[in-house]
């Protein structure tokens, strides 16, 4: 596995130490995995993390203890780390380290602390008379995590790019009579063989009229002459999350699945062509939904554009209409999303295309490199 | 998939209902996927459930409108399903559900709602003078789910026999030269031809020193002569969980591998032997711990002995030493849980034996049913 360099997580930790002093926070405690694997390459599932100004104090128990003393020795060691020992609760370790530390104004990551946790850290911080205030922070590690470093991108390009002879094993299955487990087998396969080291979800072959929904999986329907087939995948490398969308027919194709698969393409492309630093997240959905409306399929594209990609299969940015939750985000060179339109029509069937793009300076470049003929060669 | 009848699903709405009337709570909104899974049958990865005296109101988008509309046509429909559409954030319509019904008093799972989401509905529903009150509770599906019903039991046998053909496909390829990622591949293909609709979490194939980092998962290194290979592997079989642990060697096994084997087993087999109602699952733990002890390897097992197995792969009951964090749980028949003490030796490598066991009026159940030896056939 590659991981970023000593050099470049130091970089990632001074931006979040701004941010700690802009905000007056003595410490962030940080408890989503993926911010914690950012800033120190500890990949583990579980850990607790509490950035300070000179220290990044890592709390793992007993089954990452070896693992973070090989990280240390290798040249992707992390900058000023300072491991702690998690014998009990991982929360129960966090206020002692708070404590030892004599932190009285900590951070923490309010999207990914529970209201159970953050109650008990409250409680028994009050209960055991420390000087200590949690204050709610959000979208800290993600902000930075939006515009993907060098070594990133490399990453994320490379993540795509294995997804060719994937697509392609599993375009060679298309034909009457095989199932959708079988090609997701097939899919399943192929990634390992271009050496993912694992899936970045659940593989999606959805024929016929499984096709209308948008997360089915893979069952057993075997495929039938004229189907439309939504195939949607994708591997992780090094870390790094690749996504891709294609969907051909047992051919031959009807006059109908012609027109839907035109009209999401058009709506994917019109999308694609919309990206370049300073519009706005709402505006590459609004270019690929506005083509959808024209060919009357605007009901029947019920969710959002696209999503960020890197160390989480959706991270932020997130390509959607204007929404009260979600803030329309202007692009930056250096983000990687996905743009992946649909067309839903319920009992008869689906299109979904995704490709994933990377903001450049002048537009975007197209990370997946897949054919998108509908009738696979 | 199989799925659980309507009969059986009112049964289980009835015990949360009854909870809700002891909490004096009008409403229960339900955030955890397989929690929602359990009462209404809905396998979708988003949703927001509001149950309650009269109706489980379900909040789904555009995605699952369609798998939830044929739910309902199916034997396995949700009774008293009311399904709401999410067009935009689904707390925004959480809000709309819990004021057009009138609730003023309504829990929610504080194991299982950020502290982010949490504050953004207090605060409009404050902003939106709705006379509501959310009160956090903890546990009240969880703890219906830690007994299965017969249903559930049946999908968990099959579910953990299903690993003795995966468990021997992958002791066939132990020998040196080969890599723990072919393994990994052969178990996981081996899982799909089983049947199995996905794997319960990444497979460990962890050989020689690799042993000693109980979450390694499955690298490049080759197997050579006299390495312990642990493997670790389950799958999902109609939603319901197994997890298999075995330790083999590379033979021929040096004399300390063989020791630390028969300890662990021996420790595995105490634990088992353990089990029947009314005992804690503190005194499971302490059972195979106290073995380990004995031959001086309790500093080489540093997690807990097992935890429940259902929907999710890691539920209650814990099976740990008593923790500040985890309260003791007293076992009763229909209670399903992992067993797998295990032993890691830094730079050496490791051994754990899993298996998956129901209990039962007298003792328990073993559910996996895979040969233990060392040397495997």
Redesign the interface.
Known sequence: ?TLAGSAKLAARQTTVRRALETLKLEALVVTAPSNIRYLTNHG??AGVLVVTGDAMHLLI???????V?MLQASPSACPSLRPWDVS??Y??ALLDCLGQLGVSTAG?E???????????LVRTASARKLPLVFR?T?GIVETARMVKDDAEIDALREAARRLTPVAQAAFSMVRPGVSE?AV??RI??AM?DAGY??TAF?TIVASGPNG??????A?DRKFETGDLVVLDFGGVLDGYCSDLTRTVVVAPPSAEAQRVFAAVREAQQAAIEAVRPGIATTDVDRAARRVLETHGLGEAF??GTGHGLGLDVHEEPRVTRP????APVPLEPGMVFTIEPGA?L?GWGGVRIEDDVLVTEHGCDVLTSVSYALIPD
């Open positions: 596995m583990g599932s128990d007993f089954r990452y203890r070896e693992a003393r009990g609760s929360d129960e923490f309010s999207p990914h602390l529970t209201v159970a946790r953050h109650d008990w709610s959000g487990r997701a087998a399943e396969n390992r080291e694992r659940d209308a929904l948008p997360h089915h999986r069952g019920g969710h929404r009260a939750d979600v839903y319920p």
